[in-house]
């Protein structure tokens, strides 16, 4: 596992609009896909959080399996989800989403203080 992004896959993730992540409970269950919003931010990390809060499915089975994929732009990229509840990540996932998603009605959802403990930075693997 590599810490840090190829340039090519930042771009990827910056120019999405969406992206889907695909995650499962357990290493033998059925995989499950979500829609998602990705940000990157000033520092290059790769930042995601859910607006429904914790007991979101996609959200639940990353934290019982972090290894997961997201599908962007026709390539899926293997990554690995890791807690990002330090305040400068949370603040970069707050400040990032606001300028890339700063015309959409959903924005303030995630900003809402009990969605912040869910922000993930993902590491590519």
Known sequence: MTDRFSPSDLELLRDSEEVEIETRAAPEAPVHRAVIWIVVDAADRVL?????????????????????????????????????????????YSGAVQRKYARS???????????????????PR
């Open 105 to 123: 009605r959903s924005t303030p959802s995630m900003l809402e203080p009990q969605v912040l403990p869910t922000t993930l930075e993902l590491l």
């Open 48 to 92: 995601i959080r859910t607006w429904k809060g914790p007991h979101t499915r996609w959200y639940r089975e990353v934290q019982a399996q972090p290894d997961c994929r997201l599908h962007a732009g026709g390539r899926a990229l293997d990554v690995r989800a890791v807690p990002a509840s330090d305040p400068d990540r949370v603040e970069g």
